[in-house]
């Protein structure tokens, strides 16, 4: 068990911008998650895939905002065009599909600062 | 929809000395309970969780939570702190149906006083 891994770590860009960032799950986990958190608030989900498919979105994420897991392994996560509000924590999680719900596993996220 | 209530933001406390972290749910279905820990620039770290069964729950750290059905409430505590558990802790609740969405709480800042 290797864990959650994210990458980059920390991403500083200018406003208006186009910033990726990749998770990749733990490997017998076909569950991942994409949260948000910002400064003095719990993570908010953003979206969630079970292998391949992309089967819930939050409001939260705009049309600006997309999400791939092309080949239920590792996930990216784009931001389009960023704004000052879209500097945050993003979180990503997975679990395992199992009869017994499973808690989720956190990676240590990437910090996204906007100029 | 479901929901989770931290009611204290931060919480000082000396080291050696008792801790209870309190959260509040409410949810029109069966719910799962979790408590997460949180250090800084880290995600998140799995304290504890409740599926069913016993009320009591006993995680990593030495920290216990006991489900409150009657008071949709799980209270962390610990009976005596350490230094190391300074921390931002995350009570979560998660859906028993569909994906299993996990909703958080605001968080609660333990600070530790030696």
């Known amino acids: 068990d290797t864990g959650v891994s994210q990458d980059p770590r920390h991403k500083i860009t200018k406003r208006g911008q186009n910033v990726t960032f990749r998770c990749d799950p733990i490997?017998?986990?076909?569950?991942l998650y994409w949260y948000r958190q910002t400064l003095g608030q719990g993570p908010e989900f953003l979206t969630y895939f079970q292998n391949e498919a992309q089967l819930e979105k939050s409001r939260l994420l705009s049309d600006r905002f997309s999400a791939e897991r092309p080949k239920g392994s590792f996930s990216t996560l784009e931001i389009q065009r960023t704004e000052q509000g879209d500097s945050a924590m993003y979180l990503c999680a997975s679990s395992p599909r199992d009869r017994v719900p499973q808690p989720q596993h956190f990676g240590d996220g990437t910090r996204l600062s906007i100029l | 929809a479901q929901s989770v209530t931290q009611l204290d933001s931060q919480v000082p406390v000396f080291e050696e000395a008792p801790v209870e972290l309190r959260c509040n749910y409410s949810?029109?279905?069966?719910?799962?309970l979790f408590w997460y820990v949180q250090y800084p620039n880290q995600g998140l770290q799995l304290l504890l969780k409740?599926?069913?069964?016993?009320?009591l729950v006993k995680g990593i750290n030495g920290f216990e939570a006991e489900f409150n059905k009657s008071q949709t409430s799980f209270h962390l505590r610990k009976p005596s702190v350490h230094i190391s558990d300074t921390a931002e802790y995350f009570c979560a609740v998660m859906n028993s149906g569909g994906y299993q969405k996990v909703t958080f709480g605001i968080g609660t800042k333990l600070q530790v006083i030696p």
């Open positions: 949810s029109s279905v069966s719910v799962y």
């Open positions: 409740y599926l069913s069964g016993s009320t």
């Open positions: 490997s017998e986990h076909n569950r």
